[in-house]
């Protein structure tokens, strides 16, 4: 059991931890407006992701591939408002300015992770594949659903130090406008590459 608890620990690392629009923005959020202002985009991405795991759970992948329109459009939607947030972060004034842009909040992390087709797959893979060993199959999803939300809090949470531990940093106005930029331009390519 210790042995599934491990390479579950971390798949989801590595699916959820390497760099998609989820973890661009959190990074991106971080550097333009500090952790703590963070928090409630951070909070919203998890509950979306909470909302993909029960819907991978329940069966959402499944609803796709059998109207793979459905699908498509998710994507679509999903992908336009990754770019609304990648807009929204290169388009902030320096910090030190006057006209300070709101953070993304609980609800653009809420829409963001809800709308994003790849958490929903990435689920559907570990609960087909990493599904925990239990001898009743629902303990087995709750706990395999509970450890992936557990890893992905830690994951992100990371991602959005790791933006504020750059906020310092580029803490000129052409250095922080290139950071907001260069993180932006990584969520779009995130987002091309997901839909391809």
């Not at 819907?55 to 499944?62: D, E, F, S």
Request: with cysteine; glycine share 8%.
């Amino acid at each position: 059991m210790v042995e599934s608890f491990i390479v579950l620990i971390t798949t989801t690392a590595l699916l959820l931890g390497s760099p998609g629009p989820a973890p661009l923005a959190l990074a991106a959020t971080g550097a333009t407006f500090g952790v703590k202002k963070g928090i409630p985009f951070l909070a919203g991405i998890l509950v979306g992701l909470s909302v993909a795991i029960v819907g991978a759970t329940a069966g959402l992948a499944a609803l796709f591939s059998q109207f793979p329109s459905f699908r498509v459009t998710c994507q679509v939607v999903g992908g336009a408002y990754i770019l609304y947030i990648a807009f929204k972060i290169a388009s902030t004034p320096v910090v030190n300015s006057h006209k300070a842009q709101s953070a993304p909040n609980f609800k653009d992390g809420f829409i963001l992770n809800l709308l994003n087709p790849k958490a929903y797959a990435a689920f559907l893979a570990i609960f087909s594949q990493f599904l925990l060993p239990f001898s009743d199959t629902t303990i087995g999803y709750i706990v395999t659903g509970l450890t992936c939300l557990i890893v992905a809090t830690l994951v992100d949470t990371v991602w959005l130090m790791f933006g504020g531990l750059l906020r310092p940093i580029f803490s000129n106005p052409k250095q922080a406008r290139a950071i907001r930029i260069v993180f932006a331009i990584f969520m779009v390519i995130a987002v091309v590459y997901a839909l391809m």
